[in-house]
């Protein structure tokens, strides 16, 4: 499977500022996502990362919070845009191989 | 929406012992995955099991996709299997995941 790297490994944020996260593949894939896991929870796409076109937004996530940018087949990255405590999560980015999905490591952000 | 339920949610198992994680589904899938996610949060692909049966190892897994549910079988368990364990369905675009089922083996 693909090698996903992906940084930073956690940050801790002052309320309101952003966070720009990196997911670099070390092979070029279709399918790239974006994840969160809240404290505890389980994991809710975010959106799907488009090559060369805007992302894909699931309800209850939109662009002006979390800008996403994926200009090639192996780079993809989230911001987290006006931070407030509530953003405090781990934010995963995955892939998609062979109809599995793969994660990287994640990024745990603490918002104070 | 699909819905995803798993069970149980916490599971304290004894090393050596065997268990079973199931899930169950509100509509019918076509992409289930089971996946585990160690004590350090890095999630980790256990399986691809839309149908049928797949072993690997101490795991096996087994769908009954007319019966929308999942099975998760563990085997001799080691202390290495903590963690928490997610099934997700839907399709791969887009993969709704159940709460987990939390399990801690006990040397």
């Known amino acids: 499977s693909a090698v996903i790297s992906q940084k930073p490994s956690r940050d801790i944020c002052q309320r309101g500022t952003s966070l720009t996260i990196q997911c670099q593949v070390d092979?070029?894939?279709?399918?790239m996502f974006w994840y969160r896991q809240q404290p505890g929870q389980s994991l809710t796409l975010i959106a799907t990362a488009n090559q060369g076109s805007e992302a894909t937004y699931e309800s209850g996530f939109v662009i002006d919070k979390f800008p996403i940018s994926r200009p090639n087949l192996t780079f993809s990255t989230l911001t987290v845009s006006n931070m407030s405590p509530e953003d405090s999560s781990i934010y995963l980015c995955s892939v998609g191989e062979d109809e599995k999905l793969f994660f990287g490591s994640g990024t745990q952000l603490s918002v104070l | 929406g699909i819905q995803v339920e798993q069970s149980p949610p916490d599971l304290i198992l004894q090393e050596g012992a065997n268990s079973t994680l199931r899930c169950n589904f509100s509509d019918s899938v076509n992409n289930l995955q089971w996946f585990h996610q160690n004590p350090w949060g890095q999630l980790i692909n256990l399986f691809y099991i839309p149908s049928g049966t797949k072993q690997n190892g101490r795991l096996s897994a087994t769908t009954v996709a007319t019966e929308r549910y999942s099975l998760l079988y563990i085997s001799s368990s080691q202390t290495t299997d903590s963690g928490v364990y997610f099934c997700a369905g839907g399709s791969q675009g887009n993969l709704i995941f159940g709460k987990g089922t939390k399990l801690s083996v006990k040397p």
């Open positions: 092979s070029q894939v279709t399918m």
